[in-house]
């Protein structure tokens, strides 16, 4: 069967959640390096079942979020007793590098936005202590970054930057204080996305399979 999308209503938060998250590598004993990218669809699918929020004010959230997408990172050193020392959203930003590759393989570098509208700011203030509350404590240091997801060129025929329904990889690279770096990737298209499709033997097939594994048979796109 060809891969078709889940209604944002009917995907699973947390494994959409699983899909988005990592932990780059690196980090070692003595440090704790988090990040978590959110795309529009996360916040469409968690508002799609929210029945307290009025349509005006959900349409107005994503109004807010339209061409960007959130980055929330955690990073702190971990002292001999068991103490975290964590970065501010300054030192992480001077040492962050972020890089999307696409489908063709064409690789751009991302930087985060200085410059934000209010109404962005305001939501974000909304926003950070939903994913906080998943973190417990860390969540109180967790900081995030605003990258457009808009394309300029004209020629283009897709306007957005990165899909989460399309191949490519999200690179992010990290920087201890002592100087050490750490790794971590994002791969999509993001299988929580879609209906599973299914292998001969009835068990589902991840997004990124181009056969089955059990059988060798290959799968539609």
């Not at 972020?98 to 909304?126: C, N």
Request: glycine share 6%.
């Amino acid at each position: 069967m060809a891969a078709e999308r889940k209604p944002l209503i009917e995907v699973d938060i947390d494994t959409f959640t699983d899909d988005v998250q990592v932990y780059p590598t690196g980090a070692g004993d003595n440090h704790m390096a988090f990040a978590w990218w959110c795309p529009i669809e996360f916040w469409e699918s968690i508002l799609s079942r929210d029945s307290t929020t009025s349509e005006t004010d959900k349409n107005a959230m994503l109004d807010a979020i339209t061409d960007v997408s959130l980055l929330a990172i955690v990073q702190a050193d971990i002292t001999h007793f068991g103490a975290f020392e964590f970065y501010s959203k300054e030192e992480i930003r001077n040492t962050m590098w972020v890089f999307y590759t696409d489908a063709s393989g064409t690789k751009r570098r991302l930087s985060p936005m200085h410059a934000i509208s209010p109404d962005l700011e305001i939501l974000l203030g909304v926003f950070k202590p939903i994913l906080g509350a998943a973190m417990g404590n860390m969540g109180n240091s967790m900081h995030f970054y605003v990258f457009n997801d808009r394309k300029f060129s004209l020629t283009d025929s897709s306007r957005r930057l990165i899909d989460p329904y399309q191949d490519g990889v999200i690179n992010i690279q990290l920087v201890k204080r002592d100087g050490n770096l750490m790794y971590g990737e994002i791969e999509m298209p993001l299988n929580s996305l879609f209906i599973p499709r299914k292998c001969p033997n009835g068990k589902d097939a991840h997004i990124s399979w181009k056969y089955c594994p059990w059988t060798g048979q290959r799968l539609e796109d």
